[in-house]
C-alpha cells in the first residue's frame, strides 16, 4: 500500500499534558540520552525532551490492556460504546442512522468487537451517516502542505507510518489528547478483521507456516522489512516535520517506540484507513471513526466512503434491515491483500487472482531477438500474468505466444518471426504439446506445494473449533487451490484438443521459466 503524511491544525494542537496515562501501545521501558543530544534536540525542534516516555509490553498496536488481556464486563463495554459515541456527537457528528453492535470474538480473553449496524431499516441511496471533518485524522490535519511535498519528495516514509507514528505520539498523551475516545476505539479492536483475526504481519512464525506454499507468505516477510526500513527514517521524519512533534514532550522515535510496537501500531492503521478519491493528495488516506474496521468490507459491495463538503459520508447501495451490519466496498484487492491489510478473506471475491510469472531464457542465444519481439508485442522478458478467478482459460490462451516464442530454436525461425509485425510464431504440433506440458507440469507442482488437498481444507473448515488464523489462512490457500486447479483443468483439456497425441513434445533447452 502506498503511504502519504500528517498536517497539525488548531483543533489538535495544545495538547500538553502534564499526567500521562498512556493507553497501551508503549512500554514501561524508560528512555534516556544525553544531555548534549538533549540540548541539540531543544535547539533544533524547540522540544523539552523530558525522559518520561514509557512503551508498553503489550501485544497489540495501541492496546491498552495488559499483556493477559481479560474480557471487559458488559458494563464497561457499553460504557465504552457510549463514551465513543456521545464523544463523537459532542465534537460535531450530526443525527445518523447508525449503531454500534458487539461480535463475540474467537478469542474468550478479548472483547467483543465492535460494528457498524444499521439504527433502523434503511434503502438503498440512504445516507448512513456523515462523519465531519473535524473527526477526521488525515495527513492534512497533522502536516503543513509545505512538509507534506517535503516528507513525499524523501520517498522514505508512506502515509500509514506518518499516521501510525502520529497516534503513537497523541496516544502517549493518555486522556488528554483530543482523540482518545478513538484511540481507545482501536486499542479494542487490536486491529483485528471481520473474523477476529489479525493481519499475518503479526503472526508468529509457526503461524505463518498456515501459509506453507502461498506466495503470500513471502509477501508477508517482505512487507514486514519494508516496514522495519520505514521505522528507521523516523528520526528522520522527526527533525523534518518539527511543527508536528514540537507539542509532544517525548523523546524521538525511535527511542519512544521499539520497533514491534511500531509494527503494531502500522498494522492497526492499515486495518482501518480509507483511501479517499477526488481529494488533495495530504487528504486521501483518513482515518474515520466511523469507518473501518467498525465497517465490515465485501467485495461484491460498490457502498463506499466518499469526501463530501465538510466531511465523510457513507451511502449505502443495498436494503437493510434494522440491526443489520453495514457492508462497504474495499476496492479490487485480491484475497491476499485482504488477508494482509485487513485479515480477512472473502470466498466471493470476484477480484481474487494469482499472479504465474514466465521469464525468457536469458541463457538462450537468440535472447536478445527473443526480447525485442516481447517488447514489441507489449511482454517483459520477464512477463508477469495476472490469473483472474473465473477467467483462468482467457489467461492460459494469453500465455501461449510468449511461451511459444521462447520455444523457437531454429535461428531462420526466429529471423521470420523478428520480421513479421505481430506475435506469429510457427506451431507445429510437437511444439504446442511442449509448451501445454510444461504448464501442467507447473500447475501440478504448485499445487503439490500446499501441504493439505482441497478435500482436506474442506473438512479442516467444517470444524467449529478451528483457531481463528489457521481457518481464515485454510480459506485463503483453498482460493488458491481452486484457481491453480482451474488452470490445470484447461491446461489438460487443451491438451486434449491436440489433434495426436501420440507425438512426443519438442525438446526446449531454453524453454521460458515459469515461476
Same mark, same amino acid.
Given at each position: 500500500?502506498?503511504?502519504?503524511?500528517?498536517?497539525?491544525?488548531?483543533?489538535?494542537?495544545?495538547?500538553?499534558?502534564?499526567?500521562?496515562?498512556?493507553?497501551?501501545?508503549?512500554?514501561?521501558?524508560?528512555?534516556?540520552?544525553?544531555?548534549?543530544?538533549?540540548?541539540?534536540?531543544?535547539?533544533?525542534?524547540?522540544?523539552?525532551?523530558r525522559?518520561?516516555?514509557?512503551?508498553?509490553?503489550?501485544?497489540?498496536?495501541?492496546?491498552?490492556?495488559?499483556?493477559?488481556?481479560?474480557?471487559?464486563?458488559?458494563?464497561?463495554?457499553?460504557?465504552e460504546?457510549?463514551?465513543?459515541?456521545?464523544?463523537?456527537?459532542?465534537?460535531?457528528?450530526?443525527?445518523?442512522?447508525v449503531?454500534?453492535?458487539?461480535r463475540?470474538?474467537?478469542?474468550?480473553?478479548?472483547?467483543?468487537?465492535?460494528?457498524?449496524?444499521?439504527?433502523?431499516?434503511?434503502?438503498?441511496?440512504?445516507?448512513?451517516?456523515?462523519?465531519?471533518?473535524?473527526?477526521?485524522?488525515?495527513?492534512e490535519r497533522?502536516?503543513?502542505?509545505?512538509?507534506? &511535498?517535503?516528507?513525499?519528495?524523501?520517498?522514505?516514509?508512506?502515509?500509514?507510518?506518518?499516521?501510525?507514528? +502520529?497516534?503513537? +505520539?497523541?496516544?502517549?498523551?493518555?486522556?488528554?489528547?483530543?482523540?482518545y475516545?478513538y484511540?481507545?476505539?482501536?486499542?479494542?479492536?487490536?486491529?483485528?478483521?471481520?473474523?477476529?483475526?489479525?493481519?499475518?504481519?503479526?503472526?508468529?512464525?509457526?503461524?505463518?507456516?498456515?501459509?506453507?506454499?502461498?506466495?503470500?507468505?513471502?509477501?508477508?516477510?517482505?512487507?514486514?522489512?519494508?516496514?522495519?526500513?520505514?521505522?528507521?527514517?523516523?528520526?528522520?521524519?522527526?527533525?523534518?516535520?518539527?511543527?508536528?512533534?514540537?507539542?509532544?514532550?517525548?523523546?524521538?522515535?525511535?527511542?519512544?517506540f521499539?520497533?514491534?510496537?511500531?509494527?503494531?501500531?502500522?498494522?492497526?492503521?492499515?486495518?482501518?484507513?480509507?483511501?479517499?478519491?477526488?481529494?488533495?493528495?495530504?487528504?486521501?488516506?483518513?482515518?474515520?471513526?466511523?469507518g473501518?474496521?467498525l465497517?465490515? +468490507?465485501?467485495?461484491? %459491495?460498490?457502498?463506499?466512503?466518499? &469526501?463530501?463538503d465538510?466531511?465523510?459520508?457513507?451511502?449505502? #447501495?443495498?436494503?437493510?434491515?434494522?440491526?443489520?451490519?453495514?457492508?462497504?466496498? %474495499?476496492?479490487?484487492?485480491?484475497?491476499?491483500?485482504?488477508?494482509?491489510?485487513?485479515?480477512?478473506?472473502?470466498? #466471493?471475491?470476484?477480484?481474487?487472482?494469482?499472479?504465474?510469472?514466465?521469464?525468457?531464457?536469458?541463457?538462450?542465444?537468440?535472447?536478445? #531477438?527473443?526480447?525485442?519481439?516481447?517488447?514489441?508485442?507489449?511482454?517483459?522478458?520477464?512477463?508477469?500474468?495476472?490469473?483472474?478467478?473465473?477467467?483462468?482459460r482467457?489467461?492460459?490462451?494469453?500465455?501461449?505466444?510468449?511461451?511459444?516464442?521462447?520455444?523457437?530454436?531454429?535461428?531462420?525461425?526466429?529471423?521470420?518471426?523478428?520480421?513479421?509485425?505481430?506475435?506469429? %510464431?510457427?506451431?507445429?504440433?510437437?511444439?504446442? +504439446?511442449?509448451?501445454?506440458?510444461?504448464?501442467?507440469?507447473?500447475?501440478?507442482?504448485?499445487?503439490a506445494?500446499?501441504?493439505?488437498?482441497?478435500?482436506?481444507? #474442506?473438512?479442516?473448515?467444517?470444524?467449529?473449533?478451528?483457531?481463528?488464523?489457521?481457518?481464515?489462512?485454510?480459506?485463503?490457500?483453498?482460493?488458491e487451490?481452486?484457481?491453480?486447479?482451474? %488452470?490445470?483443468?484447461?491446461?489438460?483439456?487443451?491438451?486434449?484438443e491436440?489433434?495426436?497425441?501420440?507425438?512426443?513434445?519438442?525438446?526446449a533447452?531454453?524453454?521460458?521459466?515459469?515461476?
Open positions: 500500500m502506498d503511504v502519504t503524511y500528517l498536517h497539525q491544525t488548531k483543533c489538535i494542537s495544545n495538547l500538553h499534558s502534564t499526567h500521562h496515562h498512556p493507553l497501551s501501545v508503549l512500554s514501561r521501558v524508560s528512555i534516556s540520552i544525553s544531555k548534549h543530544y538533549q540540548h541539540n534536540a531543544r535547539r533544533s525542534l524547540r522540544l523539552g525532551v525522559n518520561m516516555c514509557r512503551a508498553s509490553s503489550s501485544d497489540t498496536l495501541v492496546s491498552g490492556k495488559s499483556s493477559s488481556p481479560t474480557v471487559a464486563s458488559k458494563k464497561d463495554i457499553e460504557e460504546e457510549e463514551d465513543l459515541k456521545s464523544w463523537m456527537h459532542k465534537n460535531g457528528l450530526p443525527p445518523c442512522k449503531v454500534l453492535k458487539d463475540v470474538a474467537y478469542d474468550s480473553r478479548h472483547p467483543p468487537i465492535h460494528y457498524v449496524a444499521a439504527s433502523e431499516d434503511l434503502q438503498a441511496g440512504d445516507t448512513a451517516f456523515c462523519v465531519p471533518n473535524s473527526l477526521v485524522v488525515t495527513l497533522v502536516l503543513g502542505n509545505e512538509t507534506v &511535498a517535503e516528507l513525499l519528495t524523501t520517498n522514505k516514509l508512506s502515509e500509514l507510518a506518518c499516521l501510525a507514528l +502520529y497516534l503513537m +505520539y497523541e496516544k502517549k498523551q493518555g486522556k488528554e489528547s483530543v482523540w475516545p484511540i481507545r476505539e482501536l486499542d479494542r479492536q487490536r486491529g483485528r478483521g471481520q473474523l477476529a483475526v489479525e493481519s499475518p504481519l503479526l503472526w508468529s512464525e509457526s503461524e505463518l507456516d498456515y501459509l506453507t506454499g502461498s506466495p503470500i507468505k513471502d509477501e508477508v516477510l517482505e512487507r514486514a522489512e519494508g516496514i522495519r526500513k520505514e521505522y528507521n527514517e523516523l528520526d528522520t521524519v522527526w527533525f523534518m516535520a518539527g511543527s508536528l512533534f514540537q507539542q509532544y514532550p517525548f523523546d524521538i522515535p525511535t527511542e519512544a521499539s520497533f514491534e510496537i511500531f509494527k503494531q501500531a502500522f498494522v492497526a492503521v492499515q486495518s482501518c484507513v480509507v483511501h479517499l478519491q477526488n481529494v488533495s493528495l495530504a487528504r486521501r488516506f483518513a482515518l474515520v471513526p466511523l473501518p474496521p465497517l465490515t +468490507y465485501r467485495s461484491n %459491495c460498490k457502498a463506499m466512503l466518499t &469526501a463530501v465538510g466531511g465523510v459520508q457513507l451511502v449505502v #447501495d443495498r436494503p437493510y434491515l434494522a440491526g443489520q451490519s453495514i457492508v462497504v466496498w %474495499c476496492g479490487p484487492q485480491p484475497n491476499s491483500k485482504l488477508l494482509i491489510n485487513y485479515g480477512f478473506v472473502d470466498e #466471493d471475491n470476484p477480484y481474487d487472482r494469482m499472479v504465474v510469472e514466465a521469464a525468457l531464457d536469458t541463457e538462450d542465444p537468440q535472447y536478445q #531477438d527473443k526480447r525485442l519481439v516481447a517488447q514489441r508485442n507489449g511482454r517483459l522478458t520477464i512477463q508477469p500474468f495476472q490469473v483472474k478467478v473465473g477467467k483462468e482467457e489467461t492460459i490462451l494469453d500465455m501461449l505466444p510468449y511461451m511459444r516464442l521462447g520455444y523457437v530454436t531454429d535461428p531462420l525461425e526466429m529471423e521470420s518471426v523478428v520480421s513479421s509485425l505481430g506475435p506469429v %510464431c510457427p506451431v507445429s504440433p510437437c511444439m504446442e +504439446y511442449a509448451v501445454l506440458n510444461q504448464l501442467a507440469t507447473y500447475f501440478r507442482e504448485r499445487l506445494g500446499y501441504l493439505t488437498t482441497l478435500s482436506e481444507d #474442506d473438512a479442516l473448515l467444517a470444524e467449529c473449533d478451528i483457531d481463528p488464523k489457521k481457518r481464515v489462512a485454510t480459506q485463503l490457500l483453498r482460493c487451490k481452486k484457481i491453480l486447479s482451474r %488452470c490445470l483443468e484447461v491446461t489438460i483439456d487443451l491438451i486434449n491436440l489433434p495426436d497425441l501420440s507425438l512426443s513434445p519438442c525438446p533447452p531454453y524453454a521460458p521459466l515459469l515461476r
